[in-house]
C-alpha cells in the first residue's frame, strides 16, 4: 500500500473524487478528509511543508504557553523593559529595577554596549542586590540609597535599533547623522523623567571603560535633569593612550575585542585561537593587518576605519572626548574615578581632568579619585591587587566615602553637601588615602613640589647626579623575531573570566625582562629616606638605532628590599609603577610618521602614567628599557615602512638600539618629587 505524499497530493492529476470512492473502507476516506483539511489549511495560511504537522501522527497539546506572565509580588523590585524612542525614531532597549516602595528618589543610568539584560540580571533572584552584583554596578550604594537603576542597551547592540558604530562620534566631520551618543543620551533622559512616576526628575549617569565613555558623552549640551556625572576609567583618546593605541604603538591584542564587539550585534560571532600561547598566535601571523586578514576582520567597518588611520590624524584628534570636553561649557558636576594600574584605559581619565578642570571656577564642579586598582575594580573588592597588599578594602573606603556623598548630594532630595577633596588619591607605598585641591599636587605650607631628573648612568647605575664620564651608551640587539613577552608565558588573551589575570599584569614582577640581554636595567643605590613622586613622570631619552624605525618602552619600577619579612614572596620584587611605550616615527609629532635616521643619537620625550607612590626607605628605584613589549603591542620592523599594519617579514630586522648616558648626550626621567 502506498501513500500520497504532500507534494504528490498538490501534484498529481488524480480526480478529488477517487479519493473518496476508492474501496478502502471509511476509514481511510475520514483519514484522507482530515489529510485535506490539513494540507489545504497550511496552504491557506502560508506555512511551508516543513512547518505543518504530520497528518498521520496525534498532536500532543502544548505545555507551555503563548505568554507566560512571572509572579513577581515576593519581588523587592519592579522590572521594567522597554523600548524608548531617540528623535530619529530608532528605539533603544532599557532595562528599569524600580525598588517596591519608592517615591521621589533619584535614577542612575548606565548605557552599555555590553547588554543591559545581563548586567540587571547576574542571578535570578527576587532581591534587588543580587540581580546587580557584577560589572558596572555600585551594588552598596544603589541598594542602601534606594535609586532607581537603569541600564540601556547602546544604539545597534544587543536588543537596541539602529547602526552600531565604535565610541560613536557626536554629529560633525566624523558623523553626519543627526543622532550620536549625547543625543541618545538626552533623548532617554527625557523620556526617563515623563514616564517613571517614582522618580524625583534627577538622574545620574556613571559607567566603567566603554560605558565610562557613555557619561562623558552625557556632558555635551546636556539635559537638565542630568544632574552628576561619574565616568570611572573612560575611553577618551584611543590613539594617544587608552584602548586603541599607546602613543603610536597598535595595541594588538585587543583585536580578539574589536571582533567580538562589532561582528555581530549580540557578539556571538567569537575569537578564535589556534595557540594557547597568544605569543605564538601573533608572531606565526607577522603583522597585526595579516592577523586580522587571517581572521576575516576586513568585513568588521572598525578595523578598516584603524588599519587606514595608523597615525594621529583628523580621523582620531577629532573623536578625542577631551578635546571635544574642551569646547563645552561645565554644567554638570563630574567625578572622573581613574585607576593606578589600569592597563586599558590610563590615560583618559586625566586627559579629561586637564581639559574641564580649568572650567571649574568655583572649585567643586569637578573631583578626581585615584586608585590603587585595576581597570574598574572600583566598583569590585579591592584590599589587593595581585601580589599588592593594601591593608584595607581600598574600594568600598572610595565607594563609602566619596562616591556615594557625592552621588546623594546631587541626586537625593535634601542630601549634605558632599566632604570629599577635589582630589582624593590613594599613596602606594604608604598605603594611605590623601586629600588634596588638585592635579598634579600644589604643596601646602611646609613642602616643596619640583622636578628632579633621575638620570640613566655608566654601568647600569641610576640617580639623581647627571653623569659626567664614563660608557657614553648601553647597547642591545632587538629582534623582531625574538620580541621582549610584555609578561610571563604563557599568555592569556585579555579578559576577566575566571582563571584569567589580565587585570594584574601591570603589577608583575618585572624581574622576568630583567633577565634579558634585549632589556637593559639601570638600579639606584638603597634608599635611606622615603621618595615620594606626585604626577606624571616624563622620559626623556636619548637614544640610536641601527634600523630606520624603532619603539622605546620605558619602566620605572620599585625594587624591594631582597627579603620582605612580613610578605616573602615579595623579596626583591620589581614593581612598575609607571610604564609605556613610543613608536620611533612618531618622535618629532604624532600627524606625519618620519623615518629615523640611522645610528644617529636623537631624543625622544613621552609621559608615563600618573603615580602618587613612595618609594620607602630600604628599596631602590630601577628604569627599563626594551624595544618590544609583545603581544600587547604590534611589532616594530625596525624598518620603515609607510603602514606597519602592511608590513611584509622581510620588512622585519634586527637592530642595534643605543641608550645614551654622557653628560653630553644624557638620558634621564623627570620625576614629579614631593619633599618635606
Known amino acids: 500500500m502506498s501513500y500520497l505524499t504532500y507534494e504528490s497530493f498538490f501534484t498529481s492529476s488524480i480526480p478529488l473524487s477517487y479519493l473518496f470512492t476508492t474501496p478502502t473502507g471509511d476509514a481511510m476516506k475520514t483519514g484522507l478528509t482530515t489529510t485535506l483539511a490539513v494540507l489545504l489549511l497550511t496552504a491557506s495560511s502560508g506555512l511551508g511543508a516543513e512547518d505543518a504537522p504530520n497528518p498521520l501522527y496525534p498532536q500532543y497539546p502544548s505545555e507551555t504557553p503563548t505568554k ?235 578595523w578598516n576605519k584603524i588599519v587606514a588611520h595608523p597615525a594621529y590624524d583628523d580621523f582620531w584628534s577629532e573623536q578625542a572626548v577631551d578635546k571635544l570636553l574642551a569646547t563645552q561649557p561645565l554644567k ?39 586608585g590603587p586598582w585595576y581597570h574598574g575594580q572600583a566598583i569590585d573588592e579591592g584590599s589587593s591587587l595581585g601580589n599588592l597588599r593594601f591593608g584595607s578594602d581600598t574600594s568600598r573606603w572610595f565607594r563609602e566615602h566619596v562616591l556615594r556623598p557625592f552621588l546623594a548630594q546631587y541626586l537625593k532630595d535634601g542630601a549634605p553637601a558632599a566632604d570629599v577633596a577635589a582630589v582624593t588619591a590613594f599613596e602606594t607605598g604608604t598605603n594611605e588615602w590623601r586629600r588634596f585641591d588638585r592635579w598634579p599636587v600644589s604643596c601646602e605650607s611646609g613642602c616643596t613640589h619640583a622636578t628632579k631628573a633621575l638620570y640613566l648612568q655608566p654601568g647600569n647605575k641610576l640617580g639623581f647626579e647627571a653623569p659626567a664620564g664614563g660608557e657614553a651608551f648601553t647597547e642591545y640587539v632587538s629582534d623582531p623575531a625574538r620580541p621582549v613577552p610584555f609578561r610571563a608565558r604563557p599568555i592569556q588573551q585579555i579578559g576577566y573570566a575566571p582563571g584569567q589575570t589580565w587585570q594584574q599584569w601591570l603589577t608583575d614582577d618585572q624581574r622576568e625582562a630583567a633577565g634579558r640581554t634585549d632589556v637593559i636595567t639601570f638600579t639606584s643605590a638603597v634608599l635611606t629616606k622615603p621618595l615620594l613622586i606626585n604626577g606624571q613622570p616624563v622620559v626623556h631619552l636619548v637614544a640610536s638605532t641601527s634600523g630606520s624605525d624603532s619603539d622605546w618602552v620605558v619602566k620605572l619600577i620599585d625594587v624591594y628590599p631582597d627579603e620582605v619579612y612580613a610578605q616573602p614572596e615579595m623579596g626583591g620584587y620589581q614593581l612598575a609603577v609607571g610604564m609605556d611605550i613610543l613608536r620611533g616615527r612618531y618622535r618629532e609629532g604624532f600627524v606625519a610618521p618620519k623615518p629615523i635616521k640611522a645610528n644617529k643619537p636623537l631624543a625622544y620625550e613621552f609621559k608615563l602614567p600618573p603615580n602618587n607612590h613612595v618609594f620607602l626607605p630600604g628599596h631602590r628605584l630601577m628604569v627599563q628599557v626594551q624595544s618590544s613589549w609583545f603581544p600587547l603591542y604590534d611589532r616594530n620592523p625596525q624598518t620603515f615602512v609607510p603602514n606597519i599594519f602592511l608590513a611584509r617579514p622581510e620588512d622585519y630586522r634586527k637592530a642595534t638600539q643605543r641608550v645614551y648616558h654622557s653628560a653630553k648626550e644624557a638620558s634621564y626621567i623627570a620625576l614629579p618629587v614631593m619633599e618635606n
Do not use: C
Open 332 to 370: 554638570v558636576p563630574v567625578m572622573l574615578v581613574h585607576s593606578l594600574w589600569d592597563a586599558e584605559d590610563s590615560y583618559g581619565a586625566i586627559a579629561v581632568y586637564k581639559a574641564i578642570k580649568p572650567k571649574d571656577v568655583n572649585g567643586n564642579m569637578v573631583k578626581l579619585v585615584l
Open 68 to 302: 507566560f506572565t512571572p509572579v513577581t509580588d515576593a519581588w523587592e523590585y519592579d522590572l521594567r523593559d522597554v523600548m524608548i524612542p531617540m528623535r530619529d525614531g530608532v528605539k533603544l532597549h532599557t532595562i528599569m529595577l524600580v525598588p517596591k516602595g519608592a517615591t521621589h528618589v533619584g535614577m542612575l543610568l548606565t548605557r552599555t554596549p555590553y547588554e543591559a539584560k545581563t548586567l540587571t540580571s547576574h542571578t535570578h533572584s527576587g532581591h534587588l542586590g543580587p540581580m546587580l552584583q557584577g560589572y558596572d554596578n555600585a551594588t552598596d550604594v544603589i541598594l542602601e540609597d534606594g535609586y532607581i537603576r537603569v541600564m540601556q542597551d547602546v544604539r545597534g547592540k544587543y536588543d537596541s535599533e539602529g547602526d552600531y558604530v565604535m565610541n560613536r562620534p557626536v554629529h560633525g566631520p566624523q558623523n553626519p547623522t543627526p543622532v550620536d551618543d549625547a543625543t541618545d543620551t538626552y533623548d532617554t533622559i527625557d523620556w526617563l523623567v515623563k514616564n517613571v512616576p517614582e522618580s524625583n526628575g534627577k538622574v545620574g549617569t556613571l559607567g566603567i571603560s566603554y560605558d565610562g565613555f557613555e557619561p562623558l558623552m552625557a556632558l555635551v549640551k546636556p539635559h537638565p535633569a542630568l544632574k552628576v556625572s561619574v565616568p570611572m576609567n573612560p575611553m577618551v583618546d584611543g590613539w594617544m593612550g587608552d584602548d586603541w593605541f599607546h602613543f603610536g604603538a597598535f595595541r594588538q591584542q585587543n583585536a580578539s575585542y574589536i571582533y567580538e564587539q562589532v561582528a555581530s550585534r549580540d557578539n556571538t560571532i567569537k575569537w578564535w585561537s589556534n595557540y594557547h600561547d597568544e605569543y605564538d598566535l601573533f608572531l606565526q601571523a607577522g603583522s597585526a593587518g595579516e592577523l586580522g586578514r587571517s581572521h576575516g576582520m576586513q568585513q568588521i567597518g572598525f
